[in-house]
């Protein structure tokens, strides 16, 4: 029988971090396990005897800490880990404080003033510890796991930079030498406190990628409804504090029941809880009363409100848009829609392939390559010309001149530039795993409202006299429904235009009276002394008025709204979400890239066929609820495609998580954004394969600086192990490979 255990883990930097702990888990019998990076959690499946103290004790021995999480039937979605990069701030600020004196005085011998370079080796000192203990940290845990990272190779060419410089000043005082050092007795602290400097801008970087997928669940889990107006039965029970009843609270009462407004923590199954008109539904459950329209667009996606009655169910964190309704509590906290789409989020994250840094790769194999390099100079020296000295000066000189400087900013330094030029193009790239996995992207699935289309319903036909549209518009303007704002807010052109004027298309002399909002998708009032009905065609049928509806004047895929006037019909109005003007060039310049695309959408079938016939998109997937639009990413990525996902809203969060590369439009929720790799902050369909091309530009810019990078060290280790180098050549050597890599990265300023 399998269980299964979730893990808090905590002493992970980076994505080979994750790889290590999964490696450990999964080497015990019968454990499988995902770790997620950003939520530092792991997902832990057993099918052995193994105990929990047995899993977090090969954790432990992975080098981290491990502790098993605690289930809460009260929690309201999965625990949210707070990753706070503030400590590596100050890191950042005293390194670059002390770090930009020690650089100066060193490169410019005109400064070179008697003993600088003891006040440089003062300066460096706390910048090659404390600053750079991060790094020195995440290698020691690496080595203990039996592995090299970026980090192995970081800190020990910081070590040894910094090690022999001060073993050259004191070699320098043991040749009798106090204050003033000659010039021969060469020194590197600037090399290693630039490259600490470096390279904690490169980590800030990750950490503000890291909070994006805790950000995610946050936006989504804060959808929800902070507190319930519970009806208790009997006023004895209706405190709204403790000790106090509810007729003292001045809580309102139902027959005999009254008010109490509860924590959302506190509901419980079976509670009856009241929901008015503009309030958030507190959790699923069961409409006992009353009848409204709900909007539904952060499940759905769908522009159009749902119409609800006794007997329907309704979803958490969904609005009530016009009625009060009584709703019995059928789930709560974790078990609820909300906290499954959150659960969802969390493991699409876990479950997306995880795609290791190109710098880490390269450096699991340089690493060791450059280790056993400096050991064999040093005993071929010593063994063949029995010059010790020598063979740890060209040991040494080694390790320095492949000091990862050049490697280690091949990939920040780019996407520091490549992030520049996006904002300035209104494109935001989360990271180096975004710009990766656009590399292998052959297909595009796009949401339909609010990312092709606009998300709001406006008129696109009618066939009422003026007049008469100004009687429907006075009707809608009681309502606050999407279809009935769309009627309002076009009412001043089709009134106006037919009075010859532009303005003035309500009457505000109109008297309406005895309005009322029917259940089923309709309103009805008296408007002057007329009766006044309009809503679906088949509502004012019900109504017993005969409504003539062809076929060839509705616009597909539109909403139809009937009129009638003293139970005679007038005429139908169509209202509908119509696509962004600059959508069909979005997607044509999709095909020329090579993708295919695919429409997939919340909304039903025949609106979402509409938007794809006239946008050129051939594969439509329609009624499709958060769930299920996961369920189509990972039907395609089984398929072998490699998935983008283009989305605005919450039940697009899930799916943009579980895509190998998740694009969010601006104008959506900070869900959406937040679960997201690539944000488009103009929100215009186009700039979708305008960051393709510049996610792709970046990658072949960072793989050319690392190949510059590994092909500099390369060239230079041979003569340094000869003892060819000199040590201030190869402190030019570095800089100039990093000076390199910053000017290549700077030609992404020009992307167009």
């Not at 309704?314 to 509590?329: H, Q």
């Not at 509908?576 to 295919?596: M, N, Q, R, V, W």
């Not at 899930?654 to 679960?675: C, F, R, V, Y």
Request: aromatic share 6%; net charge negative; with cysteine.
């Amino acid at each position: 029988m399998s269980r299964e255990v979730d893990l808090d883990i905590t002493g992970m930097t980076c994505a080979s971090c994750s790889a290590r702990i999964e490696k450990k888990l999964t080497r015990l019998d019968g454990v499988s396990a995902e770790v997620n990076l950003p939520l530092e959690t792991a997902h832990v499946v057993i099918d052995s005897d193994l105990t929990d103290a047995d899993i977090t004790a090969a954790v432990e021995k992975a080098g981290y800490g491990a502790r098993v999480r605690e289930s809460s039937t009260g929690s309201s979605g999965p625990e949210i880990v707070d990753y706070d990069p503030r400590h590596l701030r100050p890191r950042f600020i005293g390194s670059l404080i002390l770090a930009v004196p020690s650089v100066a005085v060193s490169m410019v011998m005109g400064w070179h003033f008697a003993g600088w370079q003891w006040v440089v080796a003062l300066l460096a000192l706390p910048v090659v510890t404390w600053g750079a203990w991060p790094f020195h940290s995440a290698a020691y845990k690496a080595a203990r796991g039996g592995s090299t990272t970026m980090d192995t190779l970081v800190s020990v060419g910081i070590i040894v930079a910094s090690g022999y410089s001060y073993y050259t000043l004191a070699r320098a005082v043991a040749d009798g030498y106090g204050w003033t050092i000659p010039a021969e007795y060469h020194v590197w602290f600037e090399a290693a406190a630039a490259i600490t400097v470096f390279l904690l801008i490169g980590k800030l970087t990750e950490d503000r990628a890291k909070t994006r997928a805790t950000a995610a669940l946050k936006a989504l889990l804060d959808l929800g409804a902070k507190s319930a107006t519970v009806l208790r039965e009997g006023p004895g029970e209706a405190a709204s504090a403790p000790g106090t009843t509810a007729a003292a609270s001045g809580a309102p009462a139902h027959g005999s029941r009254t008010e109490v407004q509860v924590p959302i923590d506190e509901l419980a199954v079976g509670d009856v809880f009241l929901v008015r008109p503009g309030e958030k539904i507190a959790t699923d459950g069961e409409v006992l009363t009353g009848h409204s329209a709900i909007d539904e667009a952060m499940l759905t996606g769908e522009s159009v409100p749902v119409e609800v009655a006794p007997g329907d169910s309704v979803t958490g964190a969904t609005i009530n848009t016009s009625g009060v309704l009584e709703v019995r509590a059928t789930r709560v906290g974790s078990d609820t829609t909300l906290a499954a789409m959150a659960d969802l989020v969390s493991r699409a994250q876990t479950g997306k392939p995880a795609v290791a840094r190109l710098a880490d790769r390269i450096s699991a194999v340089f690493v060791p390559i450059v280790f056993g390099i400096a050991v064999v100079t040093l005993l071929v020296w010593g063994f063949a010309t029995g010059d010790w000295a020598m063979g740890l000066h060209a040991g040494l000189t080694v390790l320095i001149i492949a000091c990862p400087c050049a490697l280690g900013l091949a990939t920040p330094t780019a996407l520091a530039v490549s992030s520049g030029r996006g904002s300035q193009l209104g494109i935001l790239v989360s990271g180096p795993e975004a710009l990766e996995s656009t590399r292998s992207i052959d297909t595009v699935v796009l949401d339909k409202t609010g990312t092709l289309t606009t998300g709001v319903m406006s008129l696109v036909g009618t066939d009422l006299p003026a007049a008469d549209f100004g009687i429907l518009a006075r009707l809608e303007s009681r309502s606050e429904h999407p279809i009935a704002r769309a009627l309002v807010e076009a009412a001043p052109e089709v009134v106006g235009a037919a009075a010859g004027s532009p303005t003035g298309a309500l009457a505000e002399t109109q008297e309406v009276t005895d309005f009322e909002n029917i259940p089923g998708g309709g309103l009805r009032a008296t408007i002057d002394g007329a009766e006044v009905l309009a809503g679906r065609p088949d509502l004012l049928r019900e109504h017993g008025i005969e409504v003539e509806v062809s076929a060839e004047s509705v616009p597909r895929g539109a909403t139809i709204v009937a009129l009638a006037i003293d139970g005679r019909f007038r005429g139908l109005s169509f209202v509908a979400d119509e696509a962004k003007p600059s959508a069909a060039e979005a997607i044509a310049e999709l095909h020329s890239l090579g993708l295919e695309t695919v429409l997939l959408t919340g909304d039903n079938a025949q609106a979402a066929e509409v938007v794809a016939e006239t946008l050129g998109i051939t594969e439509v997937r329609a009624d499709v609820r958060p769930e299920g639009k996961v369920s189509v990413i990972t039907e395609l990525q089984e398929r072998g495609r490699a998935v983008a996902m283009v989305g605005d809203g919450i039940n697009d969060a899930a799916a943009l998580a579980g895509a190998d590369l998740g694009i969010a439009m601006g104008s959506g929720t900070d869900a959406a954004m937040a679960a997201s790799d690539i944000t488009m902050v103009k929100s215009d369909p186009r700039q979708i394969p305008q960051a393709v091309r510049l996610s792709r530009r970046t990658l072949s810019l960072i793989k050319g600086n690392l190949f510059w990078a590994f092909a500099y060290n390369t060239a230079a280790i041979p003569i340094a192990a000869f003892g060819l180098l000199d040590p201030m050549i190869a402190g030019a050597a570095m800089a100039f490979s990093s000076v390199f890599v910053i000017l290549n990265s700077l030609r992404l300023l020009r992307f167009e």
